[in-house]
């Protein structure tokens, strides 16, 4: 079966300092792979989305960028945090797009609290 | 453009109780429609989904939905609530222009009262 691990589960960072969240997916091959965030326990906000090694697409300009170096591999990063960057955060993946109809897979989440 | 919208920030039933959570949708062509739910501090977990087929959807824990063509809606029910199920629950949407997206409702936060 496919699972999905996230980490660190919570990062305490002071403003400017750089960050690194990393997800890994295992038991499925080629997965579209994403980072979303999640603001004050609300809505979702789709920050990239990748859909191959070294592919990334950006949802929204910001002080954050992605990568994927290996194809179940997924990390966030930024080189300077800014106090904007807190909130949870959360990796997820689907199926490649020739399985139109799969769902999101979600892991535990990161919370990150910049001050 | 694909959306959903979930139209109610809070909805409190108490136990034993059938409860309602609504979202509509607004989509090109035909919708792929999910539920999930999240409890604090944890990832969405994945409830159940509509592609095609009957209307009613059947999925975890106990969990319907009913997909409203004409109404544009695909609300999730449960025939009698438990306190457990107290949690945020989210709609989205798969963008079928660009199976790589999935867009997500605000959230509906279900308090379930003994």
């Known amino acids: 079966s496919q699972t999905i691990h996230q980490w660190p589960a919570t990062l305490v960072q002071p403003v400017g300092s750089p960050l690194s969240l990393e997800c890994t997916v295992e038991?499925?091959?080629?997965?579209?792979l994403y980072w979303y965030r999640q603001a004050a326990g609300r809505g979702l906000q789709l920050l990239f989305y990748?859909?191959?090694?070294?592919?990334i697409s950006s949802e929204v300009p910001q002080n954050l960028s992605a990568s994927r170096p290996q194809d179940r591999q997924f990390i966030l990063s930024s080189k300077k945090l800014l106090l904007s960057d807190s909130g949870f955060y959360l990796c997820?993946?689907?199926?490649?797009?020739?399985?139109?109809?799969?769902?999101?897979?979600f892991g535990e989440g990161s919370r990150l609290t910049v001050l | 453009a694909q959306s959903v919208a979930q139209p109610e920030d809070q909805v409190n039933v108490a136990e034993g109780n059938p409860l309602t959570v609504k979202c509509t949708y607004s989509?090109?062509?035909?919708?792929?429609l999910f539920w999930y739910v999240q409890y604090p501090n944890r990832g969405l977990q994945f409830l159940l989904k509509?592609?095609?087929?009957?209307?009613l959807v059947k999925g975890s824990y106990g969990f319907e939905a009913e997909f409203n063509k004409s109404q544009t809606s695909f609300h999730l029910k449960k025939p009698s609530a438990l306190v457990s199920d107290s949690a945020l629950y989210f709609c989205?949407?798969?963008?079928?222009?660009?199976?790589?997206?999935?867009?997500f409702g605000s959230g509906t936060k279900l308090n379930v009262k003994p």
């Open positions: 997820a993946w689907s199926g490649s797009s020739g399985r139109a109809a799969g769902e999101l897979f």
């Open positions: 038991g499925t091959s080629n997965p579209n």
């Open positions: 990748s859909v191959g090694i070294g592919q």
């Open positions: 989509v090109s062509g035909n919708p792929y």
């Open positions: 509509y592609i095609t087929g009957d209307n």
């Open positions: 989205a949407v798969r963008d079928l222009r660009n199976f790589n997206k999935f867009y």
